[in-house]
């Protein structure tokens, strides 16, 4: 199972993440704002309050959403553009 360490979410709805393997960029999630669950985070402020739940190593935001980390970790290697962050200072950039 792989593990975040780190996160960071940006107003254009990407989430910066960091894995314990040294694994780390970002992943696009607006995607999922049609989709009832994910209602909220049409909310950008709602969005960026994630926060990294460290016993179960993943991802999580108020009202119960949290996302798997291997899909996640998955998403990261299959996109590589997670290289892109726009929120400068929020997270280092991957080279």
């Not at 935001?61 to 892109?84: A, C, H, M, N, V």
């Amino acid at each position: 199972m792989h593990r975040v360490t780190e996160c960071k979410a940006s107003p254009d709805y990407k989430l910066w993440l960091k894995f314990e393997d040294g694994l780390e960029g970002s992943v696009y999630l607006g995607d999922l704002l049609e989709l009832v669950a994910f209602r909220d985070w049409r909310d950008v402020n709602r969005f960026c309050l994630v926060a990294v739940d460290r016993k179960a190593a993943t991802v999580v935001w108020d009202g119960g959403i949290q996302f798997d980390p291997d899909i996640l970790y998955q998403d990261l290697l299959s996109s590589r553009t997670g290289k892109e962050f726009s929120s400068p200072g929020l997270a280092p950039e991957v080279e």
